[in-house]
């Protein structure tokens, strides 16, 4: 079962949704984004969703969290499952900045592709980022939208 995840998941395919971070709070178990209701259909049948997004995880713990589901009996087409990933990702994800590869950047921060490359261009040449004024350094980078929670500097 967790090797049919690995495979259909990825950060990759995470289309991010620009200036999605300026309407929070937002309410998994009341939105009407398409997302969240496939989020409801495969997730929320065992417990209740505020014991699964009270906390925001990395695109990699979402993943063994979702296989480790798999494995207590959730049920999900393969693209819903995909759908869900990429859901916990951009809505409940966190990411360090100091590692993570530019899609997943990206995808998390709900940046365009090209801004999570320029992130991760700006890392090599610079080193670590210490804080969230270091990242806003980044030539070109929209920073206005960025939510400190989902940051990571370690
Ligand atoms: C078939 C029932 C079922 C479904 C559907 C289900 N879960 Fe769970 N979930 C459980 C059980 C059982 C636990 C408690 C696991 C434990 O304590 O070991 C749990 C616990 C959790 C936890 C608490 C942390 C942890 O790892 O124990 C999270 C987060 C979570 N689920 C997320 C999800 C997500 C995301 C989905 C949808 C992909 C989902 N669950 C769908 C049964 C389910």
Known sequence: MAVILLAVISVRAAVPLSGQNADLPFDAMTSKEPDAVVFRK???DCHPADRIVSARHTAFEWQETMEKMLTKGAKGTDEELQTV????VKRFGKVNINIAPADEIAAVLSLPDAQGEAIVRYRAGHGRFADLDSVRKVPGLETAGLNPDTILFE
């Open 85 to 88: 990933f990429h859901f916990l």
């Open 42 to 44: 495969v997730c929320v």
